[in-house]
């Protein structure tokens, strides 16, 4: 801040998402807990022959029940899943409401992916160009197919800016707009650096998050070629397996997590409660190899303890009643061999001595994984986590892998409460080349 003065706190205020097991906060809070999976065969489009054929599709999402469709007639499908989550986490906020709010320290920042390709039109333009004899693209032919087909409107919807062009519309964001993509942990980043962004002054009011949609054929066929997917076709409801011994890949989600950022003066001001703190970001990156994370974790421990040390917290040293300094860590938890086990090491690293004692599990086991949405979602599992005391477990754990050896609430959800409930929670959002992210998350205190 400018002249000396403390920077802001900055409290969270409204949450929604747009997840394969629902879109109301508090029903998709009660299926996590439940332990349902949403993993399900794709039926998006046809998907038999692929080596993994499954996914967890959203299926419950009609953006007519949050905000008039029309304004938006060509948003993307992630476009949509955004517009969705950020409708019900403004309502929640109470802002739709406050008629003093300065759209020009209104802000968004999201982790929002490309839209789809216009598949069947542009495979149609490469399969009519393509001329068997020469081997060879006649590309003026493929040009004019191509023109002919190709809409302006489907071609700028892919463009990665889009979903947060769509917020800024709808709800009046004049200030700071930004989209990062740095895949896996896009929306962990775009809640950090907005908080830092109203940490320095620059906004009031930020819509944060992120959205994302790659259950396609070229979305699904990229990851099924990196060897990254679960492969467990006679069981998807299961295949999801993060820290387990049997884990053999990812499996695919989609969709969006939003939540409303405001400054507690600015909160205040206007009589509002806030739903917790964000009280901590880090971020660093491995700069070790574009296809691998580091084997001991070290760009992950750089993130976990610059957000911890932002919010105060000593990763060593138990809470004056003797619980652990972070009781609920939301994981990235993939399920790949690599992740699961490096993020363990990560965490070992990072709270020694005290790591086996904080309660530490991934969503993804039943949700599947959002991609670039993955880390508001899993963030906002944090905030509930504060809020009910409980926390969501780590489903298909059955095998203990001895390379991950930590307390990851295997199979069934936990009752924090009868200890103190859960203060202080962390969300780790790690990304496909090295780029990792944390938040820390705590109760709001006066």
């Not at 299926?31 to 039926?43: C, F, N, Q, T, Y």
């Not at 839209?115 to 003026?140: C, K, R, T």
């Amino acid at each position: 801040m400018a002249n000396g003065a403390p920077s802001p706190r900055v409290v969270i205020t409204g949450m929604g998402w747009v997840t394969p097991l629902g879109c109301d906060v508090d029903t998709v809070w009660s299926r996590l807990l439940a332990g349902e999976s949403a993993i399900a065969p794709v039926d998006r489009f046809c998907a038999r022959s692929f080596p993994t054929n499954f996914a967890a599709q959203v299926r419950e999402f009609d953006l007519a029940e949050h905000i008039d469709p029309a304004r938006h007639p060509h948003a993307d499908l992630h476009s949509r899943y955004a517009l969705g989550a950020a409708s019900v986490a403004w309502k929640q906020s109470g802002l739709a409401n406050h008629d003093a709010l300065d759209p020009g320290r209104f802000g968004v920042y999201l982790g929002a992916g490309e839209g789809v390709l216009d598949f069947d039109a542009y495979a149609a333009a490469n399969i009519a160009g393509w001329q068997p004899e020469s081997h060879d693209m006649d590309m003026a032919l493929w040009a004019k197919l191509a023109g002919e087909g190709l809409t302006p409107e489907r071609e700028a919807e892919q463009e990665p800016n889009m979903a947060a062009a769509h917020l800024a519309r709808e709800f009046g964001c004049e200030g700071p707009s930004f989209n990062c993509m740095t895949a896996c942990a896009a929306s962990t980043q775009s809640v950090g650096e907005a908080f830092e962004l109203m940490k320095y002054g620059d906004a009031d009011v930020m819509l944060a998050g992120g959205a994302h949609s790659m259950i396609h054929m070229l979305g699904m066929t990229g990851f099924i070629r990196l060897t990254a997917m679960s492969t467990r076709t006679d069981d998807p409801a299961t295949a999801a397996r993060p820290f387990d011994a049997t884990r053999d890949g990812f499996v695919m989600g989609e969709g969006a997590g939003i939540v409303v950022l405001e400054t507690l003066e600015h909160v205040l001001a206007r009589g509002a409660t806030p739903l917790a703190e964000l009280a901590g970001y880090g971020s660093s990156a491995d700069a070790y190899r574009i296809t691998d994370i580091h084997p001991e974790g070290l760009g992950a421990q750089a993130a976990m303890r610059r957000a911890l040390d932002q919010a105060g917290v000593d990763p060593s040293k138990k809470t004056q009643d003797g619980h652990p300094p972070v009781q609920y860590i939301s994981a990235h938890g993939t399920g790949t061999l690599e992740n699961d086990s490096i993020e363990t090491k990560a965490v070992r690293g990072v709270f020694g001595d005290l790591a086996p004692s904080v309660p530490f599990s991934s969503v993804k086991s039943m949700m599947g994984h959002l991609i670039q949405a993955a880390g508001a979602v899993e963030m906002m599992t944090c905030v509930q986590a504060i809020r009910t005391g409980w926390v969501p477990p780590t489903m298909n754990l059955h095998n203990p892998d001895p390379a991950c050896d930590l307390d990851y609430v295997a199979n069934k959800s936990r009752d924090m409460n009868p200890s103190g409930g859960v203060d202080v929670a962390m969300s780790n959002g790690f990304g496909f080349g090295g780029q990792n992210d944390t938040v820390v998350v705590r109760r709001f205190e006066r």
